[in-house]
């Protein structure tokens, strides 16, 4: 069993930053990329930013340049610091991890989200 937790949400005035945190737990055999996304309205969760295991990383248009995402592997940590905050930023992101747990084959395992919303 995979247990993912994301934490760092709020309130944030316009430019503003935040940093995201998603912590996975359980029996991970090995783990492979980690992205964040983002659920705009009820549709489909797209992605903001996506970290591999080699540590190459993508980000969606909109948040290059302000976003950025890391990880540390052996706590099995993602984060997403976003930065020059933006009213459209406002959503719920979730955290999402390709995990092996022991399966043999990648699973993407969620959490509950955390919420950013903008103050102003």
């Known amino acids: 069993q995979v247990h993912v937790v994301e934490s760092g949400g709020g309130l944030v005035q316009p430019g503003g930053s935040l940093i995201l945190s998603c912590e996975a737990s359980g029996t991970i055999v090995r783990s492979n990329a980690v992205a964040w996304y983002r659920q705009v309205h009820g549709m489909r969760r797209a992605v903001v930013a996506r970290i591999v295991s080699s540590g190459q990383t993508f980000y969606e248009d909109s948040m290059e340049g302000r976003f950025t995402i890391s990880r540390d592997c052996a706590e099995n940590k993602t984060y997403l610091q976003m930065n020059s905050l933006k009213p459209e930023d406002t959503d719920v992101y979730y955290c999402?991890?390709?995990?092996?747990?022991?399966?043999?084959?990648?699973?993407?395992?969620w959490g509950q989200g955390t919420r950013v919303t903008d103050s102003s």
């Open positions: 999402g991890a390709e995990i092996d747990d022991g399966v043999g084959y990648w699973q993407i395992f």
